[in-house]
């Protein structure tokens, strides 16, 4: 086998793993229905800036919007603030039916055994030093923090749950004259049971040993060291280079390395918004606003440079009309057509740029952060905005600039190998 | 009347194909409906389809679209017809599939 045949099959078989895998499918299925919401919610501190902010919004001329203020906070809250609620319910509902178990039972009861495991009081501690509790979820609950043991719990908690329902002396007999349905919701009723001791002892004796809730050490043994080792230069050139490589081999990179990748970006953004929130400068900097406006620009791998490239110094005539074809859904961050059209996809010819580009072009974002010329969004810009606006969203004119920089010099690492693929021809006739 | 779903990762670069689809179907003598969705949404949205094809990006899925459906018929876009967006040997790929002349 030569080189080549083995890398190939070395990221064929990387992919499926990601993809067979039952975990990592449940992850991916259940973030893309939790996505839109979040999306919709970052637009509330979007409104918020535009309409009610007294000296960035409309209420700088028309001070009563400002009273409109804790309307789009309420927008934001109830999607990212709280976003390990239905995540959990999601998990554990596609878990449920990746096991073959009735899903919304599944759903339900991992968010229960969720809550069991976390404190149910909140502390508050007063200006003279008293310290209050009311009975309630904290946001440490509820929002970003949860994310990594929220996953956790309810992954573990269907397992449980779904091996119970296979021990036949734990289903209730009933006679046959009784529908089907009632006899399901009776036979879940002992293993959801036993399920939800385990999480309600479980996770107060892990209380007691440790003095600490199991949410909480998780999240500052598991969440921030991984949230901190991937919010930077290394962990973004190794999940764009991972995705590229996949796109090379044509398959979806940025879906396939989803159930490692939207975590972190998710909680990215929460962490951004809580940040302007509390009147500080948001500080991560990846999110899918990143992935959609310095990333996958043009589609994955800087598509619509190699498209402006084609034009510019292209002799040959399919490519050229492969780039016709390309080009509108490219601008609109749509790839496919060039990607398997040209194709892209095995084409060592292209491979360095094809795999580079979004490297490179992360590393200037990163770069325009780093000098404060660009702040982490708060905004997360929707699939489908073309090139040069969906920057204009999420990251201001700055952001614009930035791309637009990142587009040139994608175009100019494009050029040489577009050359390089005129002679080919040149040699095949 | 017959069913055509396309699925990708979005339903976004397969809406394109299915506009081509369309467009060539048009002149064929049994009715298509085509559609295009996000592979997450197979199991409620391709439930009732006569064929289902993958495109090419999300073709490591097949096996489990084939689990999730196992009564379906499935397959995969060839790339090349995938990249052209064309409409034309896409649908007759279709049509072989499912046994239509």
């Known amino acids: 086998m030569t080189f080549q045949d083995r890398f ?120 003279d030093g008293k310290v209050l509790s009311a009975g309630g979820l904290s946001t440490s609950v509820l929002g970003a923090e949860g994310l990594i043991i929220g996953m956790l719990i309810a992954i573990i908690s269907i397992g449980i749950f779904s ?3 296979k021990v036949e002396k734990l289903k209730i007999k009933m006679p046959d004259s009784v529908p089907p349905m009632i006899a399901t919701s009776f036979n879940t009723l002992i293993p959801s049971f036993i399920t939800i001791l385990i999480f309600a002892i479980g996770g107060e004796l892990f209380h007691i040993f440790t003095g600490q809730y199991i949410n909480q ?193 994608t175009v100019l690492m494009w050029i040489p190998f577009v050359l390089i693929s005129n002679k080919e021809k040149v040699v095949e006739n | 009347m017959k069913k055509i779903i396309l699925l990708c990762a979005a339903g976004m670069s397969t809406s394109i194909l299915v506009n081509k689809m369309k467009e060539s179907a048009k002149d064929e003598p049994i009715k298509y409906e085509i559609n295009a969705y996000p592979i997450s949404e197979a199991l409620e949205q391709a439930a009732d389809a006569d064929v289902i094809l993958l495109g090419p990006q999300v073709r490591f899925q097949e096996q489990k679209i084939r689990e999730l459906l196992p009564e379906k018929l499935i397959s995969t876009i060839d790339m090349k017809d995938y990249g052209t967006m064309n409409g034309k040997n896409v649908l007759e790929h279709a049509k072989r599939i499912m046994g239509d002349k």
């Open chain 1, 217 to 409: 050490f998780i999240y500052s043994v598991v969440q921030v060291p991984m949230q901190s080792v991937m919010q930077t230069n290394f962990g973004i050139v190794i999940l764009v280079m991972v995705s590229q490589l996949l796109w090379f081999v044509g398959m979806h990179g940025g879906q396939a390395i989803s159930a490692i990748r939207n975590p972190i970006f998710v909680a990215g953004l929460a962490a951004n918004i809580d940040a302007v929130a509390n009147g500080a400068i948001p500080t991560q900097p990846l999110t899918f606003g990143f992935w959609r406006c310095f990333v996958a620009v043009g589609g994955a791998g800087y598509v619509l440079s190699l498209i402006i490239a084609i034009f510019i110094v292209s002799k040959r005539e399919e490519h050229k009309a492969i780039a016709k074809l390309g080009l509108l859904p490219a601008i609109l961050g749509i790839s496919e057509p060039v990607v398997f059209g040209l194709p892209l996809v095995m084409n060592v010819i292209f491979i360095i740029p094809f795999v580079l580009n979004s490297a490179i072009s992360s590393l200037i974002a990163m770069f325009a952060m780093n000098i404060g010329f660009l702040t982490p969004n708060t905004v997360d810009v929707p699939f489908g905005i073309p090139v040069l606006f969906n920057p204009f969203v999420s990251y201001g004119w700055q952001g614009v600039i930035v791309q637009f920089i990142c587009l040139v010099i």
């Open chain 1, 8 to 127: 190939v099959n070395g990221l064929t078989k990387f992919a499926s793993v990601m993809n067979n895998n039952k975990y990592f499918s449940v992850l991916r299925s259940s973030f893309a229905r939790l996505l839109p919401i979040i999306l919709i919610g970052s637009f509330g501190t979007l409104l918020s800036t535009l309409i009610s902010n007294p000296t960035t919004g409309l209420a700088q001329w028309l001070p009563s919007l400002e009273k409109l203020g804790p309307a789009f906070s309420a927008m934001s809250f109830a999607t990212i603030s709280i976003m390990s609620i239905p995540l959990v319910f999601l998990v554990g509902l596609y878990m449920g039916e990746a096991n073959g178990m009735p899903k919304y039972p599944s759903g339900i009861l991992a968010l229960v055994s969720y809550i069991m495991v976390v404190p149910n009081v909140v502390n508050i501690t007063t200006k």
């Open chain 1, 163 to 165: 091996k119970l329902m």
